[in-house]
């Protein structure tokens, strides 16, 4: 369908020019933060560094096994703007490579907790005063009795150390706090006009979770969704900091960090830079996150 | 005033939680792939040995009987031994968790006295360069990790300023003070040595700062938004009309139920520091949990682990339970209706 024919044949009741036209709104009160913004120019300068990662990182080799005794321990420079660790490798490139890791991670870690959260706490909302709410609510508050990074550290540990396994241990330790934050919601939503409406209507319990109440936690599940890719990295970072994340020769921000450590105050680069960055992914993601908070909420009277 | 049943309330609530995540720990270390016994023995131990290893820790039994086993001697206090160090688990927590333990509180002190009053002043002046500046501290705060602070602040104290000791519990070849807690601060008190207690806090100071700092940000940004709340509320208005003096407002009838929601996320930053304390003590070199901590981990130490997050857990259930004491007295509605409204 042409422009001119979206106009001319009632653009109000054309579905795809109203979702244009929210959108076009949203961003227009997303733009008005310039903190936002910048966050946004963060957060894709970040996906664009892990995507295009071989293209654009200055050693692409120096990101698996490689080794230049030569080059080691140098300061930051021209030929390598952050320095090199002790074994020759560029540490820029390394970040680089380590932002694919850290991403990965972020999106497998939301692609599970997000949806099995999110079913389990509309479920416990909605079926309130039930036993479904009592069994999903007790389980819940057992994974949330000890704080995500002291679970993920503990599960890690007892699963052999690889970036797959960290993952499951993260995952295991975030989705109850979406399952907590849906619940909450579901629960002030369910007593909603709208809702009764429907009830009274007929509609099944599957339109009433997935049409009525789900759409309505949706803005704060996205922003939650946008915190969380920073703090993911940031649990992540942490795990790899201790041993229990991706393996050496492979690049991990926090193995980085660790490995810089004990070369503190000569060699301070190989340290800084990695925790530098993984500052950058947190503030991006949360500057980002923010924004979308700032936008998605409605109007204030 | 209805303390006491609401108390025993919280009481039974956290001990069914300790409960449930003893059986998640417990499943957790059962199911994972691999024998813990030849994991502990290393893969050229006789398979003999490994079998009497196995009997030795009920892994032979089935799974219900195991748990019922294994938290029967938990309640007795028996954690096991460490697969690693070959010593009880309960005697090398003992050894290595006090200084953990003091590390934490201090940065409990730091996160609660900094945390809040800034937060309090930074409302107070809102919209003034001071609360500007807080504001943007306390993003940089939130946003940048305990250990990334670790390092930077080592760099700069340490190695630019030398204003503190970065590595260690004490100076290199001072003798630490008899044990009675294992925390030296309340050690040398104990004893009357103010030397060391000095020497010891000095070492303390970067990595509980270093600890302190995101969660501090925290609570800052969460007080100021809720005192701004509640300023604008019709109360505080009207007793401003009376003329009750301003410190009176400020600090009686603004803060009080403002504290609420700060208190409640500080327990959660609290525990969670426990978490970050391993990388800032590895960092800082600080013989807490963290080399125990990491040195069971890489070996797949079950035991030790599994004895470590139960300890924990008992920490973190203790914490809440006094927040919410601390929330209840705070707040009448809890404290008398049982509820938060």
């Known amino acids: 369908m042409t422009t001119e024919g979206m106009l001319t044949s009632g653009a109000i009741e054309n579905p795809w020019f109203r979702t244009l036209d929210s959108l076009k709104r949203t961003w227009y009160k997303f733009s008005r933060n310039w903190l936002s913004v910048l966050g946004l120019v963060m957060v894709i300068t970040i996906v664009f560094l892990a995507v295009f990662a071989p293209y654009v990182a200055p050693y692409p080799q120096h990101a698996g096994k490689f080794v230049d005794f030569k080059g080691k321990n140098q300061p930051p420079s021209w030929q390598h703007l952050m320095g090199t660790d002790t074994i020759g490798r560029d540490i820029l490139s390394r970040i680089i490579f380590a932002f694919r890791n850290a991403l990965l991670m972020a999106i497998v870690v939301l692609a599970v907790s997000v949806p099995l959260g999110t079913l389990t706490g509309m479920t416990a909302g909605y079926y309130s005063g039930t036993w479904v709410e009592t069994v999903i609510m007790r389980v819940t508050d057992v994974f949330i009795s000890l704080p995500p990074i002291i679970l993920a550290l503990s599960i890690a540990a007892m699963l052999k150390p690889t970036l797959m396994n960290s993952m499951i241990a993260v995952t295991v330790s975030w989705w109850p706090w979406y399952t907590r934050m849906t619940y909450t919601l579901a629960l002030s939503i369910r007593n909603e006009y709208y809702v009764q409406a429907a009830e009274l209507t007929g509609a099944s319990k599957i339109h009433i979770l997935f049409r009525e109440i789900l759409p309505n936690c949706s803005s704060s599940l996205f922003t939650k969704m ?13 795990l790899s900091f201790v041993g229990l994340g991706e393996q050496p020769p492979n690049p991990a921000l926090g193995t980085m960090i660790a490995e810089g450590v004990e070369r503190m105050p000569a060699q301070w680069w190989i340290a800084l830079f990695p925790a530098l960055a993984i500052m950058f992914v947190v503030l991006g993601f949360n500057l980002f996150g923010d924004g979308i908070r700032d936008a998605l909420s409605p109007e204030e009277a | 005033m209805r303390l006491g049943p609401f108390i025993l309330r919280r009481l039974a609530i956290s001990i069914f939680v300790l409960f449930g995540l003893s059986i998640l720990i417990f499943l957790i270390a059962r199911i994972v792939p ?9 893969p050229r131990a006789p398979v003999d040995v490994v079998e009497r290893l196995r009997q030795q820790m009920h892994l032979d039994k089935p799974l219900l009987q195991q748990y019922g086993l294994w938290l029967w001697e938990v309640v007795h206090g028996n954690l096991g031994d460490s697969l690693v160090t070959r010593r009880p688990v309960k005697q090398d927590i003992r050894e290595f968790f006090p200084a953990t333990l003091e590390l934490v509180g201090l940065t409990a002190i730091f996160i609660a006295v900094a945390g809040i009053s800034l937060g309090v002043i930074s409302a107070r002046y809102s919209n003034t360069w001071f609360d500007n500046v807080v504001r943007l501290f306390s993003y940089l705060g939130i946003v940048t990790p305990a250990f990334a602070w670790a390092v930077i602040l080592m760099l700069l104290f340490g190695f630019v300023w030398h204003l503190f000791p970065t590595y260690g519990r004490l100076t290199e ?33 970067l990595p509980a700062i270093a600890l302190a700092l995101p969660p501090m940000s925290q609570a800052a940004r969460i007080t100021r938004s809720s005192m701004a709340d509640n300023q604008n509320k019709d109360c505080i208005a009207s007793m401003i009309a009376y003329g009750v003096p301003n410190r ?43 080399r125990y901590g990491i040195q069971v981990m890489l070996n797949k130490d079950v035991n030790a682990i599994v004895g470590v997050v139960m300890v924990l857990g008992v920490v973190f259930i203790t914490l809440n339970i006094v927040v919410d004491i601390i929330v209840a007295y705070l707040d009448p509605r809890i404290r008398l209706l049982g509820r938060s409204v």
């Open chain 2, 173 to 205: 070849g001072v003798i630490p003070p008899s044990t009675i807690t294992g925390m030296y601060t309340v050690d040398s008190l104990l004893n009357g040595r103010f030397d060391l207690f000095c020497d010891a806090v000095v070492h303390l100071i």
């Open chain 2, 248 to 290: 009176i407002v400020t600090g009686k009838y603004l803060l009080k139920p403002s504290l609420i929601s700060p208190i409640t996320v500080m327990a959660l930053d609290i525990a969670a520091t426990f978490g970050y304390a391993f990388m800032v003590e590895k960092i800082f070199g600080f013989p807490g949990m963290a």
């Open chain 2, 34 to 42: 691999g024998d813990p016994a030849r994991m502990a023995l290393g």
């Open chain 1, 226 to 238: 946008a915190l969380d890719v920073g703090w993911v990295t940031l649990v992540g970072a942490a």
